[in-house]
T-cell receptor, first 115, second 110 residues
Framework: GAGVSQSPRYKVAKRGQDVALRCDPI?????LFWYQQALGQGPEFLTY????????KSGLPSDRFFAERPEGSVSTLKIQRTQQEDSAVYLC?????????????FGEGSRLTVL | DAKTTQPPSMDCAEGRAANLPCNHS???????VYWYRQIHSQGPQYIIH???NNETNEMASLIITEDRKSSTLILPHATLRDTAVYYC???????????FGAGTILRVKS
């Protein structure tokens, strides 16, 4: 498809499990972002890649959160030893611009529920 | 990046213009005003952005005051499908992240 694709759309994990969320950005987009959105709140920045380089990971809430984009296209957000407070929608966005913002194209998100 | 203030919610009649205000009194000279919206269960969608001149595209118009301390997003003929949360964001043109606030919930009613 032409848009940003995220999988899985829904994930239920038991507390303590590891999860991996995948993002396929729009082809050719240089910048890739991950956001976390709790229920009833606006998205909060987690991390930013320019090609394969992770230039900003200031929003990752703990060292249990890890993101990678090894070949500068597909990205994976991994959460280790999930906790209930990790329950949220995880949004991925991409941008053609290699310099950051501009118009971001968002995926539909992966909804994580930790029991 | 400068912070923004938006009303928590607004109602609009279908077919009427929806005018969504945003205050950004601490905006600096090189910061742009961006608007995104988020329809229920979807990711945010870019609407429009501007620096100091008014802007218009197929979705909306953006009116920025001369002192740039506030702006208004105008949906000229709101439809039920425009019901969403609308986010006003101020950021540098090459900043590497958008900072979302709580936004304005716009309810378009028939």
């Amino acid at each position: 498809g032409a848009g940003v694709s995220q999988s899985p759309r829904y994930k239920v994990a038991k507390r303590g499990q590891d999860v991996a969320l995948r993002c396929d950005p729009i082809s050719g987009h240089v910048s890739l972002f991950w956001y976390q959105q709790a229920l009833g709140q606006g998205p909060e920045f987690l991390t930013y890649f320019q090609n394969e380089a992770q230039l900003d990971k200031s929003g990752l809430p703990s060292d249990r959160f890890f993101a990678e984009r090894p070949e500068g296209s597909v990205s994976t957000l991994k959460i280790q030893r999930t906790q209930q407070e990790d329950s949220a929608v995880y949004l991925c966005a991409s941008s053609f611009s290699g310099r950051g913002t501009g118009e971001l194209f968002f995926g539909e998100g992966s909804r994580l529920t930790v029991l | 990046d400068a912070k923004t203030t938006q009303p928590p919610s607004m109602d609009c009649a279908e077919g009427r213009a929806a005018n969504l205000p945003c205050n950004h009194s601490t905006i600096s000279g090189n910061e742009y005003v961006y608007w995104y919206r988020q329809i229920h269960s979807q990711g945010p969608q870019y609407i429009i952005h501007g620096l100091k001149n008014n802007e218009t595209n197929e979705m909306a118009s953006l009116i920025i005051t001369e002192d740039r301390k506030s702006s208004t997003l105008i949906l000229p003929h709101a439809t039920l499908r425009d019901t969403a949360v609308y986010y006003c964001i101020v950021c540098k043109p090459y900043g590497n992240k958008l900072v979302f606030g709580a936004g304005t919930i716009l309810r378009v009613k028939s």
